[in-house]
Structure formats: C-alpha cells, structure tokens
C-alpha cells in the first residue's frame, strides 16, 4: 500500500513561490488502480514525480509499505524505485537510436546479463502484444500506440509491483486509447498496483478510485452516470 500524507510541494521561493500541492492525503491500495485528474497545471504531474520518488516534497511523507521514500538516502532510493516502481510518460521518451528490445532492457541493463534481459524482454513484449518482428526497429518506424506498449515493456522490466502512467494515452488516437487503456486495466487484474493521471475521464472511468486535484488539493471524484 502506498500512502502520502500531508504532502506539500511549493516552486520558487519567497514571493515568488508558487504552492502546487497542499497537504495532500491519498491511499493506493495494493493492485488497484487509482487515477487522478484535474485541469492543465493543477499539479498532476507534480504529485505522481513526489510519489514516485522522483521530486523530494517540502512537507509530508510518501510510505511504500510503511517505508518513507524521503527517508532513504539517494541511492537506496534510486534502487527502490527501480525495483519497485515502473514509469511511464505521455510522449513515451524511446531512445531514437535503439532498437524496440534494447530500449526495453535498458534499465536493467547494468544489473543483469544481457541474454537473460533480452529474453525476459522477449517474454514481455509478446505479452503486450508487440509482435517479434518489431524487435529490432527503430522507435520512429512505429505507430504511437506501439510505441507505448514498448514503453510500457520498459517499465515493466523489472517486474515492479507499482505501474505509474503520466497521461498515457495523452498522444494517441480514440483507438490507440482503448489499446493502451485495456493494457492497463489487464495489468492491473495481473496484480499490479496502477497510479495514472489523466485528463480524459473515459480513460479515468476505467480506475478503481478517482481523485481530483483542483487548486492542490485533492479530493474524491464521484462519477455521475
Ligand atoms: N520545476 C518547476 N519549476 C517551477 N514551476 C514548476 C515546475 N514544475 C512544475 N511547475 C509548475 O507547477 C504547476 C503544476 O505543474 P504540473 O506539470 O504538475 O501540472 P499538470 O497538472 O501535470 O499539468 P498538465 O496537465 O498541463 O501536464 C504549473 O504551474 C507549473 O508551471
């Protein structure tokens, strides 16, 4: 379970500073899938960086299973959240020059043979429906859609029990959406612990929990029929 407690995080300083989450509570319950919306600017982006370890808050706590991420020392931290935590972004973030496996393999790259990685890679990509044939193409000769399940492949290298998505499906087509969206949702049946921001409520629906961030605080959202 993941919780974040009190959680404030301001840019700037003095004057100047600019307060984009306030005390911020949320719990994520182990293999669901909480998704959060709010409008452009709201702070989304910022609070799935602070709970994924990736920006320190001024105030509060983000616990995995208890433990403080901000507790640890920088390097047990990175290792944490490679272990742990699977990252996904709206503009997928391929390398160019990489084929579609060893952009997979890539962060683990340094901690296990290559071989063994290449074959979990394998095992991953036909798992999300990335044929063989695209193994070894570069990111630019595929569609969007293939090119976020290959992101999609990359943060689920390391078999991480949390899958953090920030709007996902934010740069493809109606199609593509529900390609990804359907991915995600079997993922999370798989077990998987799902965090995802979004500002397409069909893509929201899909979640076990839904919040809102407005003004940085966030609150349930109740979907009307
Ligand atoms: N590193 C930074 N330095 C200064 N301001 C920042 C920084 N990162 C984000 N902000 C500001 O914090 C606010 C929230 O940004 P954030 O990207 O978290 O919003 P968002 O809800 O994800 O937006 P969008 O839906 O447009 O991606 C914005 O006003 C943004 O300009």
Redesign the pocket.
């Known amino acids: 379970m993941i919780t974040v407690e009190n959680l404030r995080k301001s ?2 300083r003095g004057t100047n500073a ?1 307060e ?1 989450l306030r005390d911020i509570d949320l719990t994520i319950p182990d293999g669901k899938w909480t998704a959060i919306v ?1 409008p ?7 609070l799935l960086n602070c709970l994924s370890g990736l920006l320190k808050p001024d105030f509060g706590h983000v616990n995995y299973d208890g433990k403080d991420l901000y507790r640890l020392k920088e390097k047990e931290r990175s290792h944490f959240r490679r272990k742990h935590i699977g990252f996904v972004f709206q503009d997928f973030k391929l390398l160019p020059y990489y084929s579609v496996i060893d952009n997979v393999i890539l962060p683990l790259l340094y901690d296990e043979a290559k071989q063994k990685l290449y074959e979990k890679a394998r095992q991953i990509l036909l798992h999300i429906g990335i044929h063989e044939q695209l193994f070894t193409r570069l990111p630019r000769s595929l569609s969007g859609g293939e090119k976020q399940r290959v992101a999609i492949a990359r943060a689920l290298i390391a078999d991480p029990d949390v899958l953090v998505c920030d709007e996902p499906t934010g740069n493809l087509d109606q199609d593509n959406r529900d390609i990804i969206t359907g991915l995600i949702d079997r993922l999370r049946n798989e077990g998987k612990t799902i965090v995802l ?1 979004t ?1 397409d409520m069909e893509v929201a629906k899909k979640a076990d929990d839904i919040y809102q961030l407005t003004s940085g605080s966030l609150v349930p959202y109740e979907v009307t029929a």
């Open positions: 840019f700037g600019t984009v709010g452009s600017g709201s702070g989304k982006s910022t921001v500002h």
